[in-house]
């Protein structure tokens, strides 16, 4: 960029239109300007700090620094900070820098349990060798401090012992915690990937637990046999806003028909669009949201959603109803809605793979599979595209 476009972006405080439509980002310049506020209180953060502290995935990160760096705000060195100049068109905003508020002990979570280890430690080993995430139904690992924490925040609502209680989905084996932490009267998980069903129903039989699983597909109407059922429902559905209305509404045909009935729903960070599109659909289901949690799941691997998602708690009234009645046959996950191709390298040996195929769909099945020419488990994202006639 030619130092006259800079000054005169820099003079009448244009910067972060320019470099939020150079990215096309749907947050608009607010999102560039809060970004540039945390770079110039958190000099020397890494890509992956920034996209989690900004709720934004990390390739949209990256091609933001990308333009920074060419208007010379941060250093062509490598260093994720606000140059000189990025440090004054902050200052001249009236930013000062001031130290992290958050609470150290609870990270920001606001209670914690006084046999939060001891938990933790036991949840560690009844979750070894969970399932791997299957991508093309949009699961992604939770990790288990985040499947704890759940289950500590039902607990602190009250939303356990002696509930019967409905998962809409459950790869993150928060069903489990839950029995760690509390005592539920029943549990029911729906999924429609068995070897989640089968992890769930091994743990459960060694430890007792009270839960029963069924394999569902939400697409189907919720079985008669579990309609008006339960006290509390948990899910964390696909991030589209379809897939999210179609398991929310599965869930609320599964509530008793009383007011003050809870639900737990994880729902990763979108474009204010569409977040404004999820709250209404909320609302538009006769439902309170009672309280919002941004940043409270963190997942494992899941870049896209800058790894973490929000809570929402949500509750019941008497006119509560689901939006989606009968069979439901539109796509609704993230492939089905958005193909893509990734082209992944064997590290060990160069090979390329071009996912998905008819014999291997995800990189998780590659990796167990592994590399047919080296036998390799490691390998790199070298591209990623839109199918062809799509």
Do not use: W
């Not at 309609?227 to 379809?242: C, L, Q, R, S, W």
């Not at 899941?302 to 009645?325: D, F």
């Not at 193909?339 to 990189?363: F, H, W």
């Amino acid at each position: 960029m030619d130092n006259v476009k800079k000054r005169f972006l820099e003079e009448f405080g244009l910067v972060e239109e320019y470099i939020s439509h150079k990215t096309n980002l749907k947050e608009g310049p607010e999102a560039v300007r809060k970004l540039l506020i945390y770079l110039y209180r958190n000099p020397g953060s890494t890509t992956y700090e920034v996209s989690q502290e900004m709720e934004l995935p990390v390739p949209l990160v990256s091609a933001i620094r990308k333009e920074l760096k060419k208007i010379n705000f941060i250093p062509k060195n490598g260093s994720f900070m606000l140059s000189e100049d990025g440090a004054n068109y902050i200052e001249k905003m009236g930013v000062k820098k001031k130290g992290v508020c958050t609470c150290e002990i609870c990270d920001g979570f606001g209670y914690i349990s006084e046999n939060y280890d001891d938990y933790l430690s036991e949840l560690e080993k009844l979750l070894i060798d969970t399932p791997k995430p299957n991508t093309m139904i949009d699961q992604s690992r939770a990790t288990v401090e985040t499947t704890l924490e759940r289950a500590l925040l039902m607990d602190y609502n009250l939303d356990i012992d002696g509930k019967k209680i409905l998962f809409m989905g459950d790869d993150d084996m928060t069903s489990l915690s839950i029995n760690l932490v509390g005592n539920p009267l029943e549990v029911y998980v729906l999924d429609i990937d068995k070897r989640v069903l089968d992890f769930i129903d091994n743990v459960s039989k060694k430890k007792n637990f009270p839960i029963k699983t069924v394999e569902y597909d939400v697409r189907s109407e919720l079985p008669d046999f579990l309609k008006e059922k339960f006290d509390v429902f948990v899910t964390d559905p696909p991030y589209t806003i379809n897939g999210a209305k179609v398991f929310i509404s599965r869930c609320v045909d599964g509530m008793k028909k009383e007011v003050g009935k809870r639900g737990y729903i994880s729902f990763g960070k979108k474009p204010p669009s569409e977040i404004l599109e999820f709250e209404k659909n909320i609302i538009s289901m006769n439902m309170i949201i009672d309280d919002i949690y941004h940043k409270f799941n963190k997942y494992e691997g899941a870049s896209i959603l800058a790894n973490q998602s929000t809570m929402y708690v949500v509750s019941t009234t008497k006119s509560t109803r689901p939006l989606i009645k009968g069979p439901y046959t539109e796509p609704f996950y993230t492939f089905e809605l958005s193909p893509k191709i990734r082209v992944y390298k064997c590290v060990s040996c160069s090979t390329e793979y071009s996912l998905p195929q008819e014999e291997i769909k995800t990189i998780e099945e590659l990796k167990s599979i592994g590399c047919k020419r080296c036998g390799g488990d490691k390998f790199k994202l070298k591209k990623r595209g839109k199918i062809k006639g799509e």
